[in-house]
């Protein structure tokens, strides 16, 4: 599974610090935000101590990490809903798995402002306004040629594209009441129908609220006012980073870091908090393969079956699906060897529809 999330915001929030944190990157930060330059693009390694571990043990020529896509994506201004984001960057963002958007709670006399003063709750709904202006143009949009086609539409087709009208006529109203589309309950036949419009409000959105260093080791008061704003709000998580600290302490030796991490009582990276929050609200999990070519993690929607995990390594491995052998993670480090957990009964056979857990390793066995 590709992942790709997208960061946004209003300008001097943080974004490019955020986005060359999360992907080792060193995009220029300050005159960047917001312009309508070229997106920026990074690729982010997920964090696994499990991998290290199984990697310590086998030992393997190749040691693969699951990975995100981040793009680095500004708001030319942001003064009227409505005209806000480029339809070259509104396309960015519908090319995304989730979006992050990144809000100012730091005060700092040199970063303009357009309402001159920091105000969190105001500006997250500047953008979403933003957002929903931009579904609302799709809906209104399709609904007038989809009810030109329902003219001359006749059986399956018919159904189709009836279904697909009465999400819209769903759709509409709520975006006008300035409720986004995640807050609605949408089937899975519903998601299969819309999928190709990419909506924006439909899509899981994190939070990420730019403290002043004075906050870092205690956000909560910070984040309480968005946390009880978006409590009612499906698919939306909200987590604290104080992005200027943190580059500083990217610039520190690994262990130097950790120190000055643990003396401040921050408990993880950016990186590992914002991966963390982002396969909550995707629902995602991931699984190993481990042997002495390569140890690799691979990501896949929590409920996966074992065929479907077979599918997310190869093609061919789901088609030609047989049977997989699971083992814990864990479990195999304690063995000390795929050889001994087969000895002493630890590696379970399951057929191609056992759901798959975080953290299992799993040796597909196929034919094709």
């Not at 995100?68 to 500004?74: A, H, V």
Request: proline share 4%.
């Amino acid at each position: 599974m590709n992942l790709s999330s997208t960061i946004t915001g209003l300008p001097y929030v943080g974004k490019t610090t955020l986005f060359n944190l999360l992907t080792g990157g060193h995009a220029s930060t300050g005159a960047f935000a917001g312009a309508e330059g070229e997106t920026n693009i990074g690729v982010a390694k997920v964090p696994d101590l499990r991998v290290d571990q199984l990697a310590a043990l086998f030992k393997p020529k190749k040691t693969t990490f699951a990975e995100i896509t981040y793009r680095d994506l500004g708001l030319a201004k942001s003064a009227t809903p409505g005209e806000g984001i480029s339809p070259k960057k509104l396309g960015d963002l519908r090319n995304s798995d989730a979006l992050v958007h990144v809000v100012r709670a730091f005060a700092d006399p040199s970063v303009p402002h357009a309402e001159g003063s920091v105000d969190a709750l105001r500006d997250v709904a500047t953008l979403d306004l933003e957002l929903l202006f931009s579904d609302h143009a799709i809906v209104e949009k399709r609904l007038d040629s989809l009810e030109r086609e329902m003219r001359s539409a006749k059986g399956p087709d018919r159904e189709t594209k009836e279904r697909e009208l009465a999400f819209l006529q769903r759709a509409k109203p709520a975006l006008e009441a300035e409720t986004p589309l995640r807050d609605l309950a949408v089937e899975p036949e519903e998601q299969r129908l819309i999928r190709g419009y990419r909506f924006l409000t439909l899509m899981p959105q994190l939070l990420v609220v730019n403290v002043d260093e004075a906050d870092v080791a205690s956000p909560d008061a910070v984040l309480a006012p968005l946390r009880a704003a978006t409590a009612a709000h499906r698919g939306t998580a909200v987590v604290a980073v104080c992005a200027k600290l943190e580059a500083e302490i990217a610039e520190l030796p690994a262990e130097e870091a950790m120190a000055f991490r643990a003396e401040l009582g921050l408990a993880e990276a950016p990186l590992d908090r914002i991966v963390r929050a982002t396969y909550d609200l995707l629902g995602l999990s991931s699984f190993f393969t481990a042997g002495e070519d390569e140890v690799r993690a691979w990501t896949i929607y929590k409920g996966s079956t074992a065929q479907q995990a077979a599918g997310a390594i190869h093609s061919d491995l789901e088609r030609g699906f047989i049977r997989a052998e699971v083992i814990r993670w864990d479990a195999l480090l304690g063995a000390g060897s795929e050889a001994n957990a087969r000895k002493h009964g630890l590696l379970r056979t399951e057929g191609k529809s056992y759901v798959v857990q975080d953290g299992e390793t799993i040796n597909v066995l196929f034919n094709v």
